[in-house]
């Protein structure tokens, strides 16, 4: 029973389209997060939400819109697609959202813009 | 500006012998580090962590040290086995509430341990 699974593993698409990630967690956690792991492998988080609230918002494009439906999932919606948005998207929760929890990762989502 | 460096992108030990995974950070606010361990299609979990009162940390086989003076800090693991073969992240984060959790991370070693 996966604690934190993401939709699509693999994602590959053309410059231009509109894509989304679905990100859920069964852990009962009231935050979680948005990383990206870029062609360098830094991982960098992109957005952070605390009971469904955007709590972190680094400096993204707005073409990434991430929504939480509930505490439970947390999906990144990317518009207008370009090559450098390829990447390994990964999803994270925690329990409270301080920085000496645990964050638990999902397993990525591989993005392929060609 | 990449504030969590791991020079050394890959490193190769022979089973039974110690690794040294080296982190160095710029920023002399992070007040709190972590070590995440990840193996191939899976996400990163974590490993070990120590807060910048002490500057040593143990769990069985993987110590952390953290050098404050030198923004450095390091992750043992004695003895290395083959299943410890993965990529190591080091990640440093501000501990109070107002980091809300973020975590910047380095960009990962690539341990490999033969037998």
């Known amino acids: 029973d996966t604690a934190v699974s993401q939709t699509p593993k693999y994602l590959v698409t053309q410059m231009g389209n509109d894509k989304s990630i679905k990100c859920e967690q069964n852990l009962g956690h009231d935050t979680m997060y948005w990383y990206k792991q870029d062609s360098k492998k830094f991982l960098k988080i992109m957005f952070s939400?605390?009971?469904?609230?955007?709590?972190i918002n680094e400096t993204v494009p707005n073409r990434f819109s991430p929504k939480s439906p509930d505490k439970a999932h947390l999906n990144l919606h990317i518009n207008s697609l370009e090559l450098g948005d390829s990447a390994v998207y990964f999803c994270?929760?925690?329990?409270?959202?301080?920085?000496?929890?645990?964050?638990?990762f999902g397993p990525g989502t591989r993005l392929l813009v060609l | 500006d990449q504030q969590v460096k791991q020079n050394s992108p890959s490193l190769s030990v022979q089973e039974g012998r110690i690794s040294i995974l080296n982190c160095d950070y710029t920023?002399?606010?992070?007040?709190?580090f972590l070590w995440y361990k990840k193996y191939p299609a899976e996400g990163p979990t974590f490993l070990i962590s120590i807060s910048s009162i002490k500057d040593k940390n143990e769990d069985g086989r993987f110590t952390v040290f953290l050098n404050k003076s030198a923004k450095h800090l390091s992750l043992h693991i004695v003895p290395s086995q083959p299943g410890d073969s993965a990529v190591y992240f080091c990640?440093?984060?501000?501990?109070?509430?107002?980091?809300?959790?973020?975590?910047?991370f380095g960009q990962g070693t690539i341990l490999t341990v033969h037998p």
């Open positions: 990640a440093a984060a501000l501990a109070g509430g107002t980091s809300y959790g973020k975590l910047t």
């Open positions: 920023n002399s606010m992070f007040d709190y």
């Open positions: 939400y605390n009971n469904k609230e955007l709590i």
């Open positions: 994270a929760s925690s329990p409270g959202g301080l920085a000496q929890e645990t964050q638990y």
